[in-house]
């Protein structure tokens, strides 16, 4: 079964950057699409990005179009979220997640633990 550990949140001032990793252990990860979701204090889950399994393929939610790349390298089994430009609304628990490239959370058959990303103004 693949297991899946997102690394590289932490807190940052509002304009900063941050790279969001998702690695797979227990199985390949270039099979699958994947996606990255959001979940900030009290609210619900949401979609961020995905990127199919070779990389040529990504979809944004329309907030983070042009701050946010998706990207991936299948020889380290491991899916990037690089952030820009970053606002103190992008606060959130960040998950990683394999199965799908889409915003629908059901179609998703792995997800990661999280990691924390505060954007302080």
């Known amino acids: 079964q693949v297991q899946l550990v997102e690394s590289g949140g932490g807190l940052v001032q509002a304009g900063d950057s941050l790279r969001l990793s998702c690695a797979a252990s227990?199985?390949?990860?270039?099979?699958?699409?994947v996606g990255w979701f959001r979940q900030a204090p009290g609210k619900e889950r949401n979609f961020v990005a995905g990127i199919n399994w070779s990389g040529d393929n990504t979809y944004y939610t329309d907030s983070v179009k042009g701050r946010f790349t998706i990207s991936r390298d299948n020889a380290k089994n491991t899916v990037y979220l690089q952030m820009n430009s970053l606002k103190p609304e992008d606060t959130a628990i960040y998950s990683c997640?394999?199965?799908?490239?889409?915003?629908?959370?059901?179609?998703?058959?792995?997800w990661g633990q999280g990691t924390q990303v505060t954007v302080s103004s």
């Open positions: 997640a394999a199965g799908s490239m889409w915003s629908d959370s059901s179609k998703y058959w792995y």
């Open positions: 227990g199985g390949t990860l270039s099979r699958n699409a």
